[in-house]
């Protein structure tokens, strides 16, 4: 599903994000991403992603290699994916629920579709009452729930949530979880980064370390 | 396809009323530029309706040789009329010169007191079309007038018909660089205040292409809201130069120009009206793809 | 005290260097709407010495009652010398008048050819100051002239006086509606562009008040950047038209300016392009105080 | 130090988010500010900083009345706090130094003793050698610990800290809790909103549970 081979990254010159991953993820895992704060979890996400292109080395998601994608194709190849931004990415001149319906608009979904599974999600993550405000006139965890209603309103092929919990409590971070696991059962490729080590000890899963841009540790319960 | 146009169109409207600041901006930048457009049109239009009141008097005036018989007259009128350069033909006894003179003379008429009222020749006054008013079109008439014989002289203000001349191109190339000024002006202004409100949503772009939008997905409400943007631009010049316009003719002005010799001053024309609304979307287009280009590279 | 303006100017030209996208747009607005008003000026400017120059032509020629002898003109000539709107009093013989008027018929000459060189009068032309080249200055002149006698009669072309007039209010008239109506728009466009510029830095703003900023010091160093925005603007404005001015000039208009009758052509004076400069500092700040105002509630 | 009176807070008519809430805190106290997501923490902190004010209520820092304190006087009472905010609100503009120099600018220090402190600072969140990046060029935890130096940079009367170690690994929060409680003990008022439960753990303090807008539980260990 997703394999990395010889990535290195580096911002600038004096510096490198990611240094020589490799990295095979099979179809429907569900995979913790760790290490300390500036290791390059979301580097690594980025360049899955596409906003960010590798220094060096290949990557291949869905049989794609996406090192060497055309512009013109990157949104197709975002379409299958559904991502949680570490600062969340809401557009904050739209409703929370224009934010969650516009990844099925881009995709050219029917109006009627588009209300009644924007309503679903957003009940999942509990904000169905907050559908006509602002991002900005909600809490931090609430702001994150609906970037995380936005990921997976579309079943994505594959989930990549950036420290998806980082302002959520326990009992919304089981919930959360209880949707990713869900989502995962239905087929989705999980890739979760997160700090969060009660979360891992509760659903032990493959786990994966870096270290200042290596990979440092690769564990499968 | 129909049901998509509408949709981008339900989104560009929407738009625009989620970020009032930006679209008010917009419209008035669109607004002013364009009315100083439409000043600078109504001012060229009318001097160029009064350099064509002046170019009447671009008239050739053939004196006749001696007092011909009323068969000879119509005679030189018909061949005259039969050029295709000339209008109207008139022709002008002595006692008429004489008149014609003693007028043109004003306050020094008294000089011409003591003399005869037949001392000056009869002529043919010669009106010519638009296109012949100038020194290539007189030139060529009395050449052909001077092939007939039976006149005496030309007259046709060599002189005044240069300075007329230098003048019209004078005009010309101050109204074309004038005005291609203010047009690039427009749109640069216009260009400009749309690269800002481009640029202060350009988080909103970019969370667009991260989440999937094709390029044409994200532009196209940004084009129409430009279209939009200029069309209402465009009807708000025209409607606020028309009230600059009536408001400033009506506190006198009219007759200040009436008494200087101009002829009527106009408005602009429907169809430069149109011109004007043209110019609003496409420079609100335009200026929405030049700064789409810079910010949106997906 | 010293220390602090450095300190904020600094830090307005960070802010400046730190956006440049912004920056640019606010000079490329500012430069635009400048060059507009600087080209207006220098229309206005222009057209001015033009009329002042056609001015001249305002004369009073006083006709003499008989011919007098050289003690009576010197006495009439210091009398006309003597008042206070006269600059320069010309004495013009018979033969003298006679020659002008054949100069001034031109083709029509030959009808003089059997007359005497003595039959129109002496007279006594008269230029007057300009502030008094307007019929009631020049009847002022000849109710003075009246007076001391000794003149048969005034000549003062007095409808051309009358249509010289309306034209003259006319363009005082146009030129300051339109000139307000440029100052307006370019007020208008450069508070605009600045506006968006705050728009796009709102957030920037909001932290800055949310870490203990005062409102003076959030908003000196936009004031500043307005301020120096301003002035290169209006620099840059200054020299474009300056060039633009040159480059078609050099291009034959000026020989085309000179054929139609018009004097010299000349740029902004000097005095004029500081104050160019003074409006490009002023619209800079005056915008800037405008949109803080609307974005910085402190 | 903090005293908070029947205090209400709506921002619109269909829900509040603060209820009748008293409280007193002491000055030198630490305090943690817990509650499930959307209950009210980070209002109960806009208060105290007024970025809102309160519907109903009383608020008294160090004895002055916030509630009534005229726009002019505000950004002096800010600058006796130190604020760490749950989205950071870093100048995207400005290097990371400039960021945490400006509570120092703003008070009209001169620039050797702003270089000096901000480096110290820097170090302390471990990111000295960060210091001529641009906050878009960090990562999430790094954003927040320049956030947290930001705030710590003056040694304010009052560190008020909005989730500060959501995108923080346990070691560097342990390192940043020990900031905290250096500041604490030098006399700094600390209120910390947080879902962060190890923390609480592992240094029991005060906790002040809010529910729905509701001070449900007032917890001295
Ligand atoms: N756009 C960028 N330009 C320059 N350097 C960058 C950029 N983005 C990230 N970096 C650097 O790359 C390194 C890895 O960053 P990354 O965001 O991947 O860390 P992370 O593992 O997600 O950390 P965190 O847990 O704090 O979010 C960091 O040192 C960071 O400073
Ligand atoms: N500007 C605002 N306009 C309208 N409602 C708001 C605004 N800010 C917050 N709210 C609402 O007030 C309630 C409390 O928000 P607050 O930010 O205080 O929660 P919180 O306890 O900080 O939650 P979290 O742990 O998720 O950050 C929420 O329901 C939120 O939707
Ligand atoms: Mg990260
Ligand atoms: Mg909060």
């Known amino acids: 599903m997703i394999q990395l081979y010889n990535i290195c990254k580096s911002y600038s010159k004096d510096g490198t994000a990611l240094e020589d991953v490799n990295l095979k993820i099979p179809k429907g895992d569900f995979v913790y991403i760790t290490g300390p704060s500036g290791a390059g979890k979301s580097t690594l996400l980025k360049l899955l992603y596409v906003a960010e292109r590798p220094t060096r080395g290949q990557i291949l998601i869905n049989g794609q290699n996406v090192t060497r994608m055309s512009v013109a194709k990157i949104p197709f190849l975002r379409r299958q994916l559904g991502i949680v931004f570490q600062d969340f990415k809401l557009i904050n001149s739209r409703t929370i629920f224009e934010n969650v319906a516009f990844p099925l608009e881009v995709r050219g979904r029917k109006r009627f579709e588009v209300g009644k599974k924007v309503y679903q999600v957003l009940k999942n993550v509990g904000l169905e009452h907050k559908l006509t405000k602002f991002p900005l006139q909600l809490s931090g965890g609430e702001q994150q729930r609906v970037a995380i209603a936005r990921a997976l309103v579309m079943e994505p092929l594959v989930l990549l949530a950036d420290e998806p919990t980082g302002n959520l409590d326990l009992e919304v971070t089981l919930e959360i979880m209880d949707l990713f696991k869900g989502a995962n059962a239905r087929g989705t490729t999980v890739l979760l980064a997160t700090h969060d080590r009660e979360m891992m000890r509760r659903f032990p899963r493959r786990q994966i370390c870096l270290e200042n841009g290596r990979l440092t540790e690769d564990w499968i319960p | ?298």
Not at chain 2, 244 to 258: K, Q, V, Y
Not at chain 2, 280 to 296: D, E, P, Q, Y
Request: glycine content about 8%.
């Open chain 2, 1 to 298: 396809m129909f049901g998509k146009l509408i949709y981008l169109i339900r989104r560009a409207l929407r738009n625009m009323f989620q970020s009032p600041v930006l679209c008010i901006a917009t419209v008035g930048t669109v607004t002013v530029s364009l009315c100083i457009l439409t000043f600078f049109a109504i001012i060229v239009l009318n001097v160029q309706s009064m350099t064509r009141h002046w170019s009447q008097e671009v008239q050739v005036v053939a004196y006749l040789d001696e007092v011909p018989s009323a068969a000879q007259i119509s005679a030189l009128v018909q061949s005259a009329e039969a050029l295709p350069e000339v209008v109207e033909v008139v022709y002008v006894t002595r006692q008429q010169a004489f008149a014609g003179f003693r007028d043109r003379l004003g306050d020094d008429a008294l000089l011409l007191d003591g003399l005869d009222d037949d001392f000056l020749p009869a002529s043919l006054r010669l009106t010519l079309h638009e296109e012949f008013r100038n020194r290539l079109g007189v030139e060529q008439v009395v050449g052909e007038l001077k092939k007939t014989g039976g006149y005496s002289d030309f007259r046709y203000g060599q002189d005044w018909l240069d300075r007329f001349e230098s003048l019209l191109n004078l005009l010309r190339i101050a109204g074309a660089v004038l005005g291609g000024f203010l047009l690039f002006a427009a749109l640069f202004i216009v260009a400009n205040t749309i690269k800002l409100t481009v640029y202060a949503r350009r988080e909103e772009l970019e969370v667009m292409s991260l989440v999937g939008g094709t390029s044409m997905f994200i532009k196209s409400p940004f084009l129409i809201e430009g279209a939009v943007q200029g069309v209402v631009g465009g009807c708000l010049a025209i409607s606020l130069s028309y009230l600059l316009f009536t408001a400033f003719l009506a506190g006198g002005l009219e007759t200040l120009f009436l008494a200087s010799g101009v002829a009527e001053i106009v408005f602009l024309p429907f169809f430069y009206q149109l011109l004007v609304l043209a110019a609003g979307i496409l420079i609100g287009i335009l200026g929405s793809l030049i700064s789409l280009r810079k910010f949106v590279r997906i």
